[in-house]
């Protein structure tokens, strides 16, 4: 089924058109490279993978409960609209829910890889290049992957998040050759980052851990470049330009708090506007997940040396300023863990199920 027809609301105009500037940067040095970068590119082509084969599509989904959400994860929960709903109300609420977090991580992947093609073309060092191609393909993979899970298992497609939108259009508009690892890898992929393992660790269907976890290890590396990229060149930038980035991730970070209210969804069941952004802000539990949000930016930004003054007061602004301290490479190692971890498990029990299988058939034929 074509994904229009699948869209919760219109998206309007099917292509985004955004204007782009900036130059294409060719690099004559071959021989030569950082070794750390070099190394993640190594690692980056050993850690390909096939989304229709190491995914196991056959497992049943149910649309109404497609993540296990529970009852007081959800705006609405202990306002007088829930109390109106009926058990099939709140089944198509998780099923628009679902969509609408998916449908972010879908578009978001896209621009992604949009934003790791423009790295490939405007960043002036080869090693970096060469990691961005790997990365290009990741997010290819991963758009793909949410893109099957929406249609097959889901069924439903929200268009993109207007603030997500918003920070996705300046990132991609900015001249500088480093704005897309800033906006993409530093902020929009941080982001996500932290939302996806929390779903991860929740959530008790096997699909979507399974979704989450493989591409979570995608992208502990492309995070892991962006610091790498980042830390180098900003050693070299004056005050004046570390401030001009510093005011870029500060915007860029209120629009990522305010894209994760999921009004759209909540304007869809006729709840009017200014009460959906009321019960957005009085929820408790949407509160501990935007400042969970930010665990992987947070300390990314201070470690690429992005920590000025009006910086810190913004977190202080978002109660998220100690997360600066957080420990990220611990994290990263955990997302790759993580997934090690579910594929061995998973194979072994295939293995188990084989061999089970093959010591039936002998007694059968023993037997016969």
Same mark, same amino acid.
């Given at each position: 089924?074509?994904?229009?027809?699948?869209?919760?609301?219109?998206? !309007?105009?099917?292509?985004?058109?955004?204007?782009?500037? &900036?130059?294409?940067?060719?690099? $004559? @040095?071959?021989?030569?490279?950082?070794?750390?970068? *070099?190394?993640?590119?190594?690692? &980056?082509?050993?850690?390909? $993978?096939?989304?229709?084969?190491?995914?196991? $599509?056959?497992?049943?989904?149910?649309?109404?409960?497609? *993540?296990?959400?529970?009852?007081?994860?959800?705006?609405?929960? %202990?306002?007088?609209? $829930?109390?109106?709903?009926?058990?099939?109300?709140? %089944?198509?609420?998780?099923?628009?829910?679902?969509?609408?977090?998916?449908?972010?991580?879908?578009?978001?992947?896209?621009?992604?890889?949009?934003?790791?093609?423009?790295?490939?073309?405007? #960043?002036?060092?080869?090693?970096?290049?060469?990691?961005?191609?790997?990365?290009?393909?990741?997010?290819?993979?991963?758009?793909?992957?949410?893109?099957?899970?929406?249609?097959?298992?889901?069924?439903?497609?929200?268009?993109?998040?207007?603030? =997500?939108?918003?920070?996705?259009?300046?990132? *991609?508009?900015?001249?500088?050759?480093?704005?897309?690892?800033? %906006?993409?890898?530093?902020?929009?992929? !941080?982001?996500?980052?932290?939302?996806? &393992?929390?779903?991860?660790?929740?959530?008790?269907?096997?699909?979507?851990?399974?979704?989450?976890?493989?591409?979570?290890?995608?992208?502990?590396?492309?995070?892991?470049? &962006?610091?790498?990229?980042?830390?180098?060149?900003?050693?070299?930038?004056?005050?004046?330009?570390?401030?001009?980035?510093?005011?870029?991730?500060?915007?860029?970070?209120?629009?990522?708090?305010?894209?994760?209210?999921?009004?759209?969804?909540?304007?869809?069941?006729?709840?009017?506007?200014? @009460?959906?952004?009321?019960?957005? @802000?009085?929820?408790?539990?949407?509160?501990?997940?935007?400042?969970?949000?930010?665990?992987?930016?947070?300390?990314?930004?201070?470690?690429?040396?992005?920590?000025?003054?009006?910086?810190?007061?913004?977190?202080?602004?978002? !109660?998220?300023?100690? =997360?600066?301290?957080? !420990?990220?490479? *611990?994290?990263?190692?955990?997302?790759?863990?993580?997934?090690?971890?579910?594929?061995?498990?998973?194979?072994?029990? /295939?293995?188990?199920?084989? #061999?089970?299988?093959?010591?039936?058939?002998?007694?059968? %034929?023993? /037997?016969?």
């Amino acid at each position: 089924m074509p994904t229009h027809e699948l869209y919760a609301k219109d998206p !309007g105009d099917p292509l985004w058109t955004v204007p782009a500037s &900036g130059a294409a940067r060719f690099s $004559w @040095e071959y021989d030569d490279g950082r070794e750390r970068l *070099l190394a993640l590119y190594q690692k &980056g082509k050993d850690k390909q $993978w096939d989304g229709q084969r190491r995914i196991d $599509w056959e497992l049943e989904v149910d649309p109404y409960d497609a *993540l296990g959400t529970p009852d007081e994860s959800m705006t609405l929960y %202990g306002t007088p609209y $829930w109390a109106k709903l009926t058990d099939r109300d709140k %089944g198509e609420l998780r099923k628009h829910y679902a969509s609408w977090q998916f449908s972010q991580f879908l578009h978001g992947e896209q621009g992604a890889m949009v934003c790791a093609a423009r790295i490939v073309e405007s #960043v002036p060092d080869l090693d970096a290049k060469f990691y961005s191609a790997t990365q290009t393909m990741d997010e290819a993979r991963h758009a793909e992957i949410y893109a099957r899970f929406l249609h097959e298992k889901i069924g439903m497609v929200y268009p993109i998040n207007d603030d =997500l939108q918003a920070l996705l259009g300046d990132t *991609l508009r900015d001249s500088r050759w480093d704005m897309p690892y800033l %906006g993409m890898q530093v902020l929009i992929e !941080g982001l996500a980052l932290a939302a996806f &393992g929390m779903i991860r660790d929740t959530t008790d269907k096997p699909l979507p851990k399974q979704i989450l976890a493989y591409v979570m290890q995608d992208e502990a590396r492309h995070v892991a470049f &962006g610091r790498m990229a980042l830390r180098d060149y900003y050693r070299q930038l004056t005050d004046a330009e570390l401030r001009e980035r510093e005011e870029f991730v500060i915007e860029g970070c209120y629009l990522m708090r305010d894209r994760l209210r999921g009004m759209e969804v909540l304007e869809n069941f006729g709840i009017p506007k200014a @009460e959906a952004e009321e019960f957005s @802000e009085r929820s408790e539990f949407l509160a501990l997940f935007r400042k969970l949000l930010f665990s992987r930016i947070v300390p990314c930004v201070k470690d690429i040396g992005l920590w000025g003054r009006r910086l810190q007061q913004a977190y202080v602004d978002m !109660g998220v300023l100690e =997360l600066g301290d957080a !420990g990220l490479d *611990l994290l990263m190692a955990q997302d790759e863990e993580i997934a090690e971890r579910l594929d061995a498990e998973r194979f072994a029990v /295939e293995e188990r199920e084989r #061999v089970a299988e093959v010591g039936e058939a002998i007694e059968a %034929g023993a /037997e016969g």
